[in-house]
T-cell receptor, first 112, second 114 residues
Framework: AQSVTQPDIHITVSEGASLELRCNYS??????LFWYVQSPGQGLQLLLK??????LVQGIKGFEAEFKRSQSSFNLRKPSVHWSDAAEYFC??????????FGKGTRLHILP | DTGVSQDPRHKITKRGQNVTFRCDPI?????LYWYRQTLGQGPEFLTY????????KSRLLSDRFSAERPKGSFSTLEIQRTEQGDSAMYLC????????????FGPGTRLTVL
């Protein structure tokens, strides 16, 4: 069965510092991978997605993610975080346009 | 704004009551999904529609839950005889059903069962 693991429940970084959020997936075939962000009171917003091709994917708001098949990982990165990046981040795996399986999320806290 | 909308945004009910939520997808989207998100968890798939046809239901969707999309546009999710364990955020998403197509999420309906 497909599954997604986000090992860090909370991450705290200082504003301006770099960020990496970890994600590991379990899926038999080539996965369709997503990162979503959820801010309080708002819906889930897609940051980026990977289906095939270049394993380094660029997304919105300066985020990028790298697909590593050998490690079954799809980590999210940002070189310099802003206070507005504080939110909950979800890694997810999907089967084409079918249902999406989400991880439990990582809550990002930003120190001023 | 032509995004996915959900109504109501918040619902407080007493145990045993029935509740109904509505989702209006983006107008040209023929696929509509329902998810449930409990505190500290990621969203969990409940069911989805291709136009008016309900194509898949999760085991999470007990007999007390029913979803409809009668005209292939908006959808309703009804929970009968609510239980405290039903307290959660109910999320709706839609897309065109094309391969690789992302899902666009609404703001959710937060249900509290007392």
């Amino acid at each position: 069965a497909q599954s997604v693991t986000q090992p860090d429940i909370h991450i705290t970084v200082s504003e301006g510092a770099s960020l990496e959020l970890r994600c590991n997936y379990s899926y038999g075939a080539t996965p369709y991978l997503f990162w979503y962000v959820q801010s309080p009171g708002q819906g889930l917003q897609l940051l980026l997605k990977y289906f095939s091709g270049d394993t380094l994917v660029q997304g919105i708001k300066g985020f990028e993610a790298e697909f590593k098949r050998s490690q079954s990982s799809f980590n999210l990165r940002k070189p310099s975080v802003h206070w507005s990046d504080a939110a909950e981040y979800f890694c997810a795996v999907g089967e084409r346009d079918d249902k999406i399986i989400f991880g439990k999320g990582t809550r990002l806290h930003i120190l001023p | 704004d032509t995004g996915v909308s959900q109504d109501p945004r918040h619902k407080i009910t007493k145990r045993g009551q029935n509740v109904t939520f509505r989702c209006d997808p983006i107008s040209e989207h023929n696929r509509l999904y329902w998810y449930r998100q409990t505190l500290g968890q990621g969203p969990e798939f409940l069911t989805y529609f291709q136009n008016e046809a309900q194509l898949e239901k999760s085991r999470l969707l007990s007999d007390r839950f029913s979803a409809e999309r009668p005209k292939g546009s908006f959808s309703t999710l009804e929970i009968q005889r609510t239980e405290q364990g039903d307290s959660a955020m109910y999320l709706c998403a839609s897309n065109t059903g094309s391969t690789y197509n992302e899902q666009f999420f609404g703001p959710g309906t937060r249900l509290t069962v007392l």
